[in-house]
Every structure is written in structure tokens, then in C-alpha cells.
């Protein structure tokens, strides 16, 4: 595909539910000419802006960061020449959106935590999510809380999760960050 627009997100789990929720929607990414790409962390997106952005190609720019990155994204983007002293409100304005905590905070708030469990159960993790639950160390935490980290205990739980949990999404409750980075491209 020749994109002529790019989604720049941290990671797998960010591109797969972008993905997911842009299908829920009935939009073709691919026909769109939109591609996603997952930079592998939020260090990397100066070199993705160099790849994508600052070379001259004419692409559309988007992105999606969490919030404990968002300095990241910020450096980058004013590097790239695309602004200084940039805000979130600044990156917005360019097309990069910020998750209050991350994904996984912003889909189990839109869901609720009920919800999750069901998603959990209908995979076959709920089992282990209420053995995690029992941990000493997470067993006084909100349920919340404890939904967020279970996510990250085993590797690929993200990346498989999330469009899952996308799927489970009313469509009039998207976290704005995901709609608002769709809407952009």
C-alpha cells in the first residue's frame, strides 16, 4: 500500500485496537490509503517522524501516545520542526492524542470493569484475573487498578487483548483519544 496517511503508535496493542475500531466502524483502512504503524516504543518516534514526516512525503501524520510518554512525543515532534514547546492541546492540533494513562486504562474506563470480566471470561483468563486479584500486592487495589495490570503479566495479553476489548465497546463511548485519532486521517 502507498498510505497517504500514517498513524504512529507505541505499540502493537495500540495498532490492533486502532484497527479493530476503525473495522467496528466500517471504514477500510487499506482502501483509505491509512496505515498504522507500531513504533515500538515512544523513543522511537523521532525516527519515525524522520521516516514518514520531515523527509518531505506529503503524508498525513497522526498519532497515539500514553500520558507517562507524552514528553517523548512532544520532543519529537518539535525536533521534526512541527512546533516548540508543544502542549497536548499543540499535538492535538497536529493529530497526536494522548490516553489519560494508556490504552488499557482508557478502553477498561469506557467498558467498565463488569464488562472486562466478561471479555476475561469469554477468553478463558478470568480464572487467572481473580488469582492476580488474591496477590497480596494487588489484592487492596480497585478492580480497576487491578484490570490494568493484569494486561501487562503476560507477554502478547496486551496485543490480543485489545481488540477484544475494542469489540466489546458500545460505539457512542470510544475513548476520545482512539476516535479523535481516527477522525484525523
Known amino acids: 500500500m502507498d498510505p497517504r496517511a500514517v498513524v504512529l503508535v507505541e505499540g502493537e496493542s495500540d495498532r490492533r485496537a486502532l484497527e479493530a475500531l476503525a473495522r467496528r466502524r466500517g471504514r477500510d ?15 522511537n518516534i523521532g525516527r519515525a ?29 518539535e525536533r521534526a520542526g512541527l512546533g516548540s514547546d508543544l502542549t497536548t492541546e499543540d499535538m492535538e492540533g497536529l493529530g497526536f492524542y494522548v490516553c489519560v494513562q494508556d490504552l488499557e486504562d482508557e478502553l477498561i474506563r ?14 478463558g483468563e478470568l480464572d487467572a484475573f481473580r488469582t492476580f486479584q488474591r496477590q497480596p500486592a494487588w489484592r487492596d487495589r480497585s478492580t480497576h487498578e487491578q484490570l490494568r495490570r493484569f494486561f501487562g503479566t503476560y507477554s502478547g ?3 490480543r487483548s485489545a481488540p477484544l ?16 485519532v481516527l477522525r484525523h486521517v
Open 29 to 43: 483502512l487499506n482502501a483509505d490509503g491509512v496505515s498504522i504503524v507500531a513504533i515500538d516504543g515512544s523513543k
Open 49 to 77: 517522524l524522520e521516516r514518514f514526516g520531515s523527509a518531505g512525503h506529503g503524508l498525513t501524520l497522526a498519532g497515539l501516545c500514553d500520558a507517562g510518554e507524552v514528553r517523548d512525543f512532544q520532543r519529537g515532534l
Open 110 to 123: 469506557a467498558l467498565g470493569t463488569e464488562a472486562v470480566a466478561r471479555v476475561l471470561e469469554r477468553e
Open 157 to 159: 495479553r496486551k496485543i
Open 165 to 180: 476489548l475494542v469489540d466489546a465497546l458500545d460505539l457512542n463511548d470510544v475513548p476520545r483519544p482512539l476516535d479523535r
